[in-house]
């Protein structure tokens, strides 16, 4: 393990890359946390817990399919709650690893490189537990096929394409799906070296298997990186596109607090602010534990910092013009609906997401948060659960008072409810920590790029 | 096809650099048919062994050409034709709502398209390629830089090729078995 963080003197930058490595000790570095036969113990405590909540996971939704959706507080009006909540969260999160993978890689941002592989990791492990909250809210998944995709069924009903609903089951689809191809053939040549550097037999069979016989050739080369470019310029209109889309399901509805059309960009600005937040989340503990701290760096850190910081800012903004518009608009719903969040039953709840989303997060002014780990991880924890918070707000106090007064309704969370959120959690660690186990969570062949040797001299 | 008992003849480097010049110089003796290869990605390389141009980038646009037309399509048949369902009075090929899907189907259909392109025009999957019977060949997926001119190659002889690849002092030259 390397020792305690150094900061360059005032006015250097950290590196993106330790001194001294070479191609040889970088390979060996990152394929080490691979193929060591010892696997550290930390690992299987994190590994063991993260089952248990996984084992949450699995008997609360299993009670769920059996009693039905009453077990959770969705009730009219509220009829959203916990699942929506829960489904933006986790799929905001996972916009920072297709940003950081496919926007920084275009505008050739090479400190990317360190953090993208296992932000694509993260996009992918959040989607996954993202798509389970839709599916499950259905009450009867296995009956959900038809009423989501487009398939010639026995009863002749096709799906409504007029609704955002259904614009978002090809929107989170299709993200899944590109951010998976993205991943692995990111993955490719890295487990070409996995299998020339593995001693055992059959794990050299293992990772060559989904090598798929890679060599290196010039001319897969050449293709392979035309693949990834066009990858990553098929990916930064699509992660644009997926949370505008989910920002859609609310904005196309008349309910007072959802009916405008700034949703969009808003939803943008909060999914990345909340993506980096997780990619902290991952990459503090991850460079502590396993002394990643050469290849994850200060600057990865601070870099990260102030993306969250300008994206804060955005969110800020449009916490702002919320309440402007509501203001602006001079209709009652819309004004009763800024004096429900001001000082309606819910208001704790708005006053805790900006103390989370605004105020706190101003510290990342500070050079001195931006360059202490342990700062950065409590400013991520903070922001993420106010991220969190902002979607109950924006879901649950628009539902609960809209237009009549008779109509009105609360809103209380169940055990089940709670006991699932967090159970994905535990999905999500669980999946994390056996990639990292597994799989390269560093791009090796990437990394190779970074160094001054690997440029051809004239 | 061929009864030559090798495939080629490899070179091994220790640097990007100089396996760029060795690559030039066989392609400017002409050599046609040889390979580099490398841990990561050297565009010069590619460039020297004259691979300029692939189509990647068409068959990506093909792929994206195909989702776009089979998402509307599919969009279009289905709410005008099918199953019309009169939405508050909305026209039946009510186009501009069918956009978003239509934009993720043709994403969708470029993102595979470029994978599967690659993968094929690549021949991966491929379980046995002769490079690998060399020992040393597993540094070129860790710090090794190796050029290969292959036996098919009309201008190869064994002796003649060896001693011009000798010219660049590599650090090992091996023939490749069959």
Same mark, same amino acid.
């Given at each position: 393990m390397q020792g305690p963080d150094q900061l360059p003197p005032k006015g250097i930058r950290p590196p993106i890359?330790? #001194?001294?490595? /070479?191609?040889?000790?970088? /390979?060996?570095?990152?394929?080490?946390?691979?193929? /060591? $036969?010892?696997? #550290?113990?930390?690992?299987f405590a994190i590994v063991g817990f993260a089952l248990m909540l996984f084992g949450m996971l699995n008997t609360a939704v299993g009670y769920l399919l059996m009693k039905g959706t009453g077990i959770w507080g969705i009730n009219i009006p509220v009829g959203w709650g916990f699942a929506i909540v829960n489904f933006v969260w986790w799929i905001g999160i996972g916009h920072a690893g297709t940003l950081i993978s496919a926007i920084l890689l275009l505008f050739k941002q090479s400190w990317r490189t360190s953090i993208n592989r296992f932000a694509e990791a993260m996009t992918i492990f959040a989607v996954m537990q993202a798509g389970l909250f839709p599916l499950i809210h259905t009450g009867r998944p296995w009956l959900a096929v038809y009423w989501l995709f487009p398939y010639p069924n026995s009863m002749g009903v096709w799906p409504q394409f007029r609704s955002p609903l259904i614009w978002d089951v090809f929107a989170v689809s299709t993200y899944f799906t590109v951010s998976f191809l993205f991943w692995g053939i990111g993955l490719i040549p890295d487990?070409? /070296?996995l299998r020339d550097s593995a001693k055992s037999l059959m794990v050299r069979r293992i990772y060559g298997l989904f090598a798929m016989g890679w060599r290196g050739s010039a001319r897969h080369w050449h293709r392979y990186e035309t693949t990834y470019m066009l990858l990553a310029g098929l990916a930064t209109p699509l992660v644009l596109s997926v949370h505008s889309v989910v920002s859609?399901?609310?904005?196309?509805?008349?309910? #007072?607090?959802w009916h405008t059309t700034f949703f969009p960009p808003y939803f943008v600005a909060g999914a990345i602010y909340s993506g980096f937040a997780m990619v902290l989340l991952l990459a503090i503990p991850f460079r502590y534990l396993y002394g990643m701290q050469d290849f994850i760096t200060l600057r990865h850190l601070q870099n990260a910092a102030k993306v969250m910081l300008a994206t804060g800012m955005i969110v800020a903004y449009a916490y702002a013009l919320e309440m402007f518009l509501g203001w602006y608009s001079h209709d009652k719903y819309e004004l009763a609906m800024v004096h429900n969040r001001l000082h309606g039953p819910y208001a704790p709840y708005y006053f805790m997401l900006i103390l989370c989303n605004i105020i706190i997060p101003q510290s990342l002014w500070l050079n001195k948060v931006r360059s202490t780990p342990w700062m950065l991880f409590l400013v991520a924890v903070v922001v993420n659960a106010g991220m969190w918070l902002e979607r109950f707000v924006i879901?649950?106090?628009?539902?609960?008072?809209?237009?009549? #007064?008779?109509?009105?309704?609360?809103?209380?969370?169940? $055990?089940?409810?709670v006991m699932i959120l967090v159970g994905t959690m535990g999905f999500f660690t669980l999946l994390f920590f056996l990639f990292i186990r597994f799989m390269p969570a560093i791009s090796i062949t990437e990394m190779r790029t970074l160094l001054p040797q690997a440029k051809v001299k004239e | 096809m061929s009864t030559t008992p090798i495939y080629g003849l490899m070179a091994e480097f220790d640097g990007p650099t100089e396996l760029v010049h060795a690559a030039k110089a066989a392609y400017d003796a002409g050599y046609r048919k040889m390979d580099t290869y490398t841990p990561y990605p050297v565009e010069e390389a590619a460039e020297a062994i004259g691979v300029h141009h692939n189509r990647v980038a068409l068959i990506t646009l093909i792929g994206a050409m195909l989702g776009m037309i089979g998402g509307y399509m599919l969009q279009f048949w289905v709410s005008a034709?099918?199953?019309?369902?009169?939405?508050?009075?909305?026209?039946?090929?009510?186009?501009?709502?069918?956009?978003?899907?239509?934009?993720?189907?043709?994403?969708?259909?470029?993102?595979i398209a470029s994978v599967l392109g690659m993968l094929i025009m690549n021949g991966l999957p491929q379980p046995y390629h002769p490079v690998f019977n060399l020992p040393r060949f597993a540094g070129a997926s860790r710090d090794k830089f190796f050029l290969c001119i292959e036996a098919q190659d009309p201008k190869f002889r064994l002796s003649e090729t060896r001693k011009f690849l000798e010219g660049f002092h590599p650090d090992d030259i091996s023939e490749v078995p069959n």
């Amino acid at each position: 393990m390397q020792g305690p963080d150094q900061l360059p003197p005032k006015g250097i930058r950290p590196p993106i890359i330790g #001194p001294g490595q /070479t191609f040889g000790t970088l /390979t060996d570095r990152i394929t080490g946390i691979v193929l /060591t $036969k010892h696997t #550290p113990i930390f690992w299987f405590a994190i590994v063991g817990f993260a089952l248990m909540l996984f084992g949450m996971l699995n008997t609360a939704v299993g009670y769920l399919l059996m009693k039905g959706t009453g077990i959770w507080g969705i009730n009219i009006p509220v009829g959203w709650g916990f699942a929506i909540v829960n489904f933006v969260w986790w799929i905001g999160i996972g916009h920072a690893g297709t940003l950081i993978s496919a926007i920084l890689l275009l505008f050739k941002q090479s400190w990317r490189t360190s953090i993208n592989r296992f932000a694509e990791a993260m996009t992918i492990f959040a989607v996954m537990q993202a798509g389970l909250f839709p599916l499950i809210h259905t009450g009867r998944p296995w009956l959900a096929v038809y009423w989501l995709f487009p398939y010639p069924n026995s009863m002749g009903v096709w799906p409504q394409f007029r609704s955002p609903l259904i614009w978002d089951v090809f929107a989170v689809s299709t993200y899944f799906t590109v951010s998976f191809l993205f991943w692995g053939i990111g993955l490719i040549p890295d487990f070409a /070296t996995l299998r020339d550097s593995a001693k055992s037999l059959m794990v050299r069979r293992i990772y060559g298997l989904f090598a798929m016989g890679w060599r290196g050739s010039a001319r897969h080369w050449h293709r392979y990186e035309t693949t990834y470019m066009l990858l990553a310029g098929l990916a930064t209109p699509l992660v644009l596109s997926v949370h505008s889309v989910v920002s859609l399901d609310f904005a196309v509805s008349v309910v #007072p607090g959802w009916h405008t059309t700034f949703f969009p960009p808003y939803f943008v600005a909060g999914a990345i602010y909340s993506g980096f937040a997780m990619v902290l989340l991952l990459a503090i503990p991850f460079r502590y534990l396993y002394g990643m701290q050469d290849f994850i760096t200060l600057r990865h850190l601070q870099n990260a910092a102030k993306v969250m910081l300008a994206t804060g800012m955005i969110v800020a903004y449009a916490y702002a013009l919320e309440m402007f518009l509501g203001w602006y608009s001079h209709d009652k719903y819309e004004l009763a609906m800024v004096h429900n969040r001001l000082h309606g039953p819910y208001a704790p709840y708005y006053f805790m997401l900006i103390l989370c989303n605004i105020i706190i997060p101003q510290s990342l002014w500070l050079n001195k948060v931006r360059s202490t780990p342990w700062m950065l991880f409590l400013v991520a924890v903070v922001v993420n659960a106010g991220m969190w918070l902002e979607r109950f707000v924006i879901v649950v106090m628009s539902l609960q008072r809209d237009f009549l #007064p008779s109509s009105w309704g609360m809103y209380w969370f169940t $055990k089940w409810d709670v006991m699932i959120l967090v159970g994905t959690m535990g999905f999500f660690t669980l999946l994390f920590f056996l990639f990292i186990r597994f799989m390269p969570a560093i791009s090796i062949t990437e990394m190779r790029t970074l160094l001054p040797q690997a440029k051809v001299k004239e | 096809m061929s009864t030559t008992p090798i495939y080629g003849l490899m070179a091994e480097f220790d640097g990007p650099t100089e396996l760029v010049h060795a690559a030039k110089a066989a392609y400017d003796a002409g050599y046609r048919k040889m390979d580099t290869y490398t841990p990561y990605p050297v565009e010069e390389a590619a460039e020297a062994i004259g691979v300029h141009h692939n189509r990647v980038a068409l068959i990506t646009l093909i792929g994206a050409m195909l989702g776009m037309i089979g998402g509307y399509m599919l969009q279009f048949w289905v709410s005008a034709v099918d199953y019309p369902v009169n939405v508050g009075g909305k026209p039946f090929h009510s186009w501009p709502a069918f956009i978003p899907v239509t934009f993720e189907c043709a994403v969708l259909g470029a993102s595979i398209a470029s994978v599967l392109g690659m993968l094929i025009m690549n021949g991966l999957p491929q379980p046995y390629h002769p490079v690998f019977n060399l020992p040393r060949f597993a540094g070129a997926s860790r710090d090794k830089f190796f050029l290969c001119i292959e036996a098919q190659d009309p201008k190869f002889r064994l002796s003649e090729t060896r001693k011009f690849l000798e010219g660049f002092h590599p650090d090992d030259i091996s023939e490749v078995p069959n």
